[in-house]
């Protein structure tokens, strides 16, 4: 009993270490977990850019779907090239099967004999080989390119998703960096305000002041903390967007390495003074000129139905057991030929069909066009617009800036009063948000006229 209980006790002891070993490796797992999650990601609008084009799956899906187009065009390419085929064929005849009756040598008695032969067998395989090849077919040569026009319009569309995911990336990143200047400012506010409202306390205590001006001071400073407070849930809700675009953990960590005006001070009027759109470099456009091509091949399709097509074929079998009488031919070489006669007027029909819609699809491509054209030339009037509203901004920030900083030192002087102070800063942060909402509208109008322009 005594030994039962020391090995017991012996056993116990080694589960409680190894149970303290594996909660230790649990734990440090877990912090290696948290380092990971913790770990801040600095990045930079190009590389934020990058980022969400190679994790976003509606790019990725528009990968795939050239790869497919392009596959596609090698299927349609074969269809015309030589095919060889292998085949097997097992049968087995139920009935009895047929017999010839040839003559045969004479027999003892000198009359000629009769043989009795059975044609075929009642079970064999044939074994073949065929080769086909297309000589010409219509069709065959409209849909090889439209299966490269299809590979065109997929290449287009990708183009077309990356535009999309620069734009937004850009969006939410200009949006961020806004909120987060926006919140600078405040707090930088709401520090001053704080030391004024402290030493209200003891310009009370001094009889400088009465209770009402210190109340008013308290009614500023709560105002701003509170705006304060609501900027920054906006700029967490801005990074948390720009999180989901660029594909990563929304609890993860990342810090914008650029600076807004890396972006501001690149701007001028003179920026776009180009007078037409490129149609090469608007993907847009490009789509919708894919588009008329397509219908254009529908047309040529439609047409081609109307012309012969041939093919021709070679074939090579065997049987697995030969009969003594066989009239199957091991070789054999042939051509067909396709022609066309009479519909009733259903290939005219669709004639006529791709016509009308190859007439649709240019009258959709001018429209896109001028529809472009028209926004384009608004879209500059919006940016030169925006840039002196951008600019005039600046000045009354800075000017209301200037007088505020100037209050402050006349009140430290004693020259100015708490209320001229407020008045000064309350200015200056309407200030701050004109040239805010300006800022906004500069970068929305050189968003906009990048998209246009193909310049994303």
């Known amino acids: 009993k005594g030994s039962f209980n020391r090995n017991y006790l012996r056993m116990k002891k080694r589960a409680i270490i190894l149970g303290l070993i594996c909660l230790s490796f649990s734990l440090s797992i877990s912090h290696n977990k948290v380092l990971a999650q913790t770990e801040t990601l600095k990045i930079s609008l190009a590389e934020a ?14 990968k795939l779907d050239l790869e497919i187009a392009k596959k596609k065009v090698w299927e349609t390419t074969a269809t015309g090239l030589p095919q060889v085929n292998a085949g097997v064929d097992l049968s087995i005849i139920l009935n009895e099967l047929p017999t010839l009756s040839i003559p045969g040598p004479l027999g003892p008695d000198g009359q000629p004999t009769v043989m009795n032969i059975e044609v075929g067998e009642k079970a064999n395989a044939t074994f073949s080989v065929t080769v086909s090849q297309l000589v010409f077919s219509g069709p065959y040569i409209v849909g090889l390119q ?33 909120l987060m200047e926006t ?46 407070n609501e900027t920054g849930r ?21 810090l914008l390495s650029d600076e807004l005006e890396t972006f501001t001070n690149s ?15 608007n993907t847009d456009l490009r789509i919708m000129a894919n588009q008329v091509e397509l219908s254009e091949l529908q047309l040529k399709l ?32 042939g051509a067909s030929l396709s022609l066309p006669i009479f519909s009733s007027g259903m290939r005219r029909s669709k004639v006529q069909q791709a016509k009308l819609e190859l007439l649709k699809s240019t ?62 800063n309350d200015k200056f942060l309407q200030a701050v948000g004109n ?4 800022t906004v509208e500069l970068l929305n109008a050189k968003l906009m006229l990048d998209k246009i322009t193909g310049n994303l």
């Open 363 to 424: 009258n959709s491509f001018s429209q896109v066009q001028q529809s472009l054209e028209l926004e384009f030339a608004n879209a500059k009037a919006q940016y030169l617009t925006a840039y002196n509203k951008f600019q005039s901004q600046i000045e009354n920030k800075d000017l209301a800036n200037r007088v505020y900083k100037n209050y402050q030192v006349q009140y430290s002087k004693g020259v100015a009063s708490q209320r001229d102070v407020i008045e000064a």
């Open 302 to 333: 439609e047409k081609s139905n109307f012309l012969p097509t041939i093919s021709a074929f070679a074939t090579y079998q065997r049987l697995a057991k030969q009969p003594v009488v066989n009239f199957t031919p091991e070789a054999l070489v």
């Open 234 to 254: 906006q700029v967490q809700s801005a990074i948390n967007l720009l999180k989901f675009h660029l594909g990563i953990d929304i609890n993860s960590e990342i």
């Open 49 to 62: 850019q990058k980022l969400a084009i190679e994790k976003n799956f509606s790019h990725l899906n528009a």
């Open 146 to 178: 439209a299966s490269k026009a299809y590979k065109n319009l997929s290449e287009n569309a990708l183009a077309k998703s990356e535009e999309d995911i620069k734009y937004n990336v850009s969006s939410a990143y200009y949006t961020a960096l806004l």
């Open 435 to 438: 040239y805010i909402g300006a």
């Open 267 to 281: 701007l001028s009027p003179t920026l776009y003074q180009t007078s037409s759109i490129n149609t090469d470099n």
């Open 183 to 228: 919140k600078g400012i405040l707090d930088s506010s709401v520090n001053n305000l704080q030391k004024l409202y402290s030493d209200s306390e003891a310009m009370l205590k001094s009889g400088f002041i009465d209770q009402t001006a210190k109340d008013q001071i308290k009614v500023s400073l709560s105002l701003l903390e509170s705006s304060n």
